[in-house]
């Protein structure tokens, strides 16, 4: 399989630049299996879609402000991507320099503080910071928010709180999981009074996710790596969902990841750690029923992941209705409602 097999034309129009002003007015495209027509709604209609019993998990990392700027010593200048944070005022991070900076060079940082080079690890750099407040505390108030390359303008004060989802209390990603950017108080109120049940992963979504697959053969591409925590609770939780005839609906890609990162033997248990799943068509989900989806970039892992879930061609059929209906796509834009292909159906 080829990278170059997920390829499609988006429209530059269409690459949604800020957010709607209301969540959960985006518009949502329902994906039922082929051969049912596509249902054009919006995220709001959740509650009439979804059935009482139904679980619906979200990813509960908070995104840091974790762009920063700088110079080095001999006055170039240093763009830093915190990918993740290590504790003990170190993190590994991306940097954007004229030449790589060497182990023991130092960073002045136009915040205030330094940033000294410990060592590489794989792409990223081991950064020691020499600021004044624990890291995660002074990122807050010094750190920029990294908004996605698409989004062609600097972030602006609504940015911290529209690009946050209002469920978000584990800090430690670098970008949102959008997908539950459309959710707010009262939507999660009225799907509460419809009896739908809610459960939290945590997921810290790094820097690598914005990068490109780099290989045309799919069988030679390195997923990056990332964080996650299944925890006990949403495990009985999932459990009993099941046992109950209720559906698991995973809110976001990243909720999919990590739980089937989770899954052993088809069966879901905790997990705490690391993952690079890389999930493709020919790989089947086993962990949820539907999906909530924003729409992915052309040739990204997060487009295949999701052709693995409901099929290729099918995907590609509501990709075709969305541009022709005008959707917005990638990180502030709209969503699907997505359901797994019938067996045997072609994927």
Known sequence: M??????????????????????????????????????????RDLPQLLQPGDLLIFNDTRVIPARLFGQKATGGRVEILIERLLG?????????????????????????????????????????????????????????LPLPPYIHREPGA????????????????????TAGLHFDEALLAQLRERDVQFGHITLHVGAGTFQPVRVDDLTHHVMHREWLNVGAELVDKVRRTRAAGGRVIGVGTTVVRALESA?????????????????????????????????????????????????????????AHAIEQ?????????AMLLFPAQEGAAV
């Not at 020499?130 to 108030?141: M, Q």
């Not at 020919?282 to 949820?288: E, K, N, T």
């Not at 879930?309 to 509501?318: D, L, S, T």
């Open 2 to 43: 080829k990278k170059s097999d997920f390829n499609y034309e988006l429209p530059e129009a269409l690459i949604a630049q800020a957010p709607l002003a209301e969540r959960s007015a985006s518009r949502l495209l329902l994906v039922p299996p082929a051969p049912e027509a596509f249902d054009d709604r919006h995220v």
């Open 158 to 177: 609504d940015d911290r709180e529209r690009y946050q989802t209002v469920f978000a209390r584990q800090v430690g990603a670098v970008a949102a999981p």
């Open 263 to 319: 899954m052993r033997d088809g069966e879901l248990h905790p997990y705490a750690g690391e993952t690079q799943i890389f999930i493709t068509p020919g790989y089947r989900i086993r962990s949820v029923d539907a999906m909530v989806t924003n729409f992915h970039l052309p040739e990204s892992t997060l487009l295949m992941m999701i052709s693995a879930f409901a099929g290729k061609q099918r995907v590609f059929e509501a990709y």
């Open 88 to 144: 003990g005022q170190q993190a590994r991070a991306q940097i954007g320099a004229s030449k790589s900076p060497k182990p023991g060079s130092r960073i002045q940082l136009d915040a205030g503080g330094e940033a000294e080079v410990l060592g590489r690890d794989g792409e990223f750099y081991v950064l020691r910071f020499d600021i004044p407040e624990p890291l995660e505390s002074w990122l807050v108030h010094e750190g920029r």
């Open 326 to 334: 005008r959707y917005r796509f990638f990180s502030y834009g709209d």
